[in-house]
């Protein structure tokens, strides 16, 4: 890390080691997703980073073309687990699934990275197991241990892997939900989740899943903190070299479209699943591995980034006021790559109380709580959360039938209204 700027262009492959590039898109120097202001900060001092992807033409990992020192990202983190309806189901989801698929139950010890306020530790310390969290921001320990939750206020890697199995004993079920894609050296990691498994133990990482980013253009998903957008093929490479073996995968809709991926000792009890093979192969059907693949990708990116900003203008021309619904960090990728600001959308709403009363990075639109919304009713809500549009439009019945509508800018810029079947997806 050149820690003189915080920021280093990526050259070595983190899979695979190789440095051959295919150029995916140049989304522009950009401020931090996370990084919400002050309204009363000095805007003038808010730092941009280069944002880009690439793709390993070797072993087809999409990777950030630059890293973000992480103490510039984690230590003071704004991003607090959504308590959602749809990801309080998806963690008990994943809790039942674990359990019963690889024999977890009461007295099993599960180390979750990234645990953030600890609620998906408390699905599986409810069914009696033993939990404990790692995660670097300090801001956030609190949370977990009001939550009932013990978290090692750290960065995971090798030693500290060695140092839980030593101390604490041997992990069942190693959990990384949306932490993966955040970690440069994944070496590191692969290393202390081999040290910290038992024999019997599963390592089960959760990401944002190559297929689906690139089926829905959901280029909101890069970011400075997703370093990497995965693929099984790409992590079964990766695994391999630390003497560890996919055993099962399962696709979700969580997050715009996740794979959970689960990891075990390659000599271990744990068979393959078929379900491991098929989804290898249908990564192979849909071109992971062609370089025109990700031309069309960077392509419809290129559409989004010029229609979008043109249909908020032309509605506001027309008189028509606009919010963004969510002030998620994937949004601020939509908005400042965009060029979209306060000219176009007056404001945000969130239910993140980190987040509320503050300014989007880039973008500075400032981010009200819901009720603000409701006093002052737009004629549109721009979806930033488009990943939460099924929960959002049960929950907003009176505004579609006050005659509101939404704008989802992914997978492609369009307006949409009750009943219209646009919203299903
Ligand atoms: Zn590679």
Not at 20 to 31: A, K, M, N
Not at 101 to 109: D, V
Not at 280 to 296: M, S
Request: charged share 20%; aromatic share 8%; glycine share 10%.
């Amino acid at each position: 890390m050149n820690t003189a700027d915080g920021v280093r262009r990526v050259t070595a492959c983190r899979v695979c080691g190789a440095d051959d590039w295919l150029p995916v898109v140049d989304l522009g120097s950009v401020p931090l997703a996370n990084n919400y202001l002050d309204p009363a900060a000095s805007y003038a001092d808010e730092r941009t980073f280069p944002l880009g992807a690439q793709s390993c033409r070797s072993c087809r990992l999409m990777s950030l073309t630059h890293v973000v020192d992480p103490e510039l990202l984690y230590r003071d983190y704004a991003y607090v687990t959504s308590e959602s309806v749809t990801i309080t189901r998806h963690m008990r989801w994943v809790a039942e699934l674990l359990g019963t698929r690889f024999g977890l139950g009461p007295g099993s010890f599960v180390v979750e990275l990234g645990s953030n306020t600890g609620q998906q530790l408390v699905e599986f310390q409810r069914a009696g197991m033993r939990g404990l969290g790692v995660d670097p921001a300090r801001n956030l320990a609190g949370r977990a241990a009001a939550n009932g939750v013990q978290t090692l206020v750290e960065f995971f890697d090798a030693d500290l892997g060695r140092r839980i199995a030593r101390e604490r004993g041997h992990a069942d079920l190693v959990l990384g939900r949306h932490v993966f894609g955040h970690v440069d050296d994944l070496a590191g990691l692969a290393e202390g989740v081999r040290e910290l498994l038992s024999p019997r133990g599963v390592f089960a990482i959760e990401v944002p899943y190559l297929l689906d980013l690139l089926d829905q253009t959901a280029f909101d998903t890069i970011y400075h903190e997703h370093l990497s957008y995965l693929c099984v093929s790409t992590m079964a490479t990766l695994f391999a070299r630390f003497g560890l073996r996919v055993v099962d995968v399962e696709r979700t809709a969580v997050h715009g479209g996740s794979v959970v991926v689960v990891v075990a000792r390659a000599e271990g009890p744990w068979p393959t699943r078929p379900s491991v093979d098929r989804l290898v192969e249908l990564e192979r059907a849909a071109g992971v591995f062609d370089d025109g693949t990700y031309g069309h990708f960077s392509r419809r990116v290129a559409l989004i980034r010029a229609e979008l900003p043109q249909l908020l203008r032309d509605l506001r021309a027309g008189g028509a006021t606009i919010a963004g619904y969510g002030a998620p960090a994937k949004g601020n990728t939509v908005l400042t790559t965009c060029g979209i600001g306060r000219d176009e959308v007056s404001f945000c709403i969130d239910t993140t109380d980190l987040k509320q009363g503050k300014v989007l990075p880039g973008s500075h639109i400032p981010v009200e709580v819901p009720a603000h919304a409701r006093a002052n009713p737009p004629d549109y809500f721009l979806l930033l959360a488009w990943n939460y549009t099924d929960e959002i439009v049960r929950r907003e019945r009176e505004f579609l039938a006050g005659g509101g509508r939404f704008i989802r800018p992914i997978p492609h810029p369009a307006v949409v209204a009750a009943g219209d079947s646009a919203m299903a997806g």
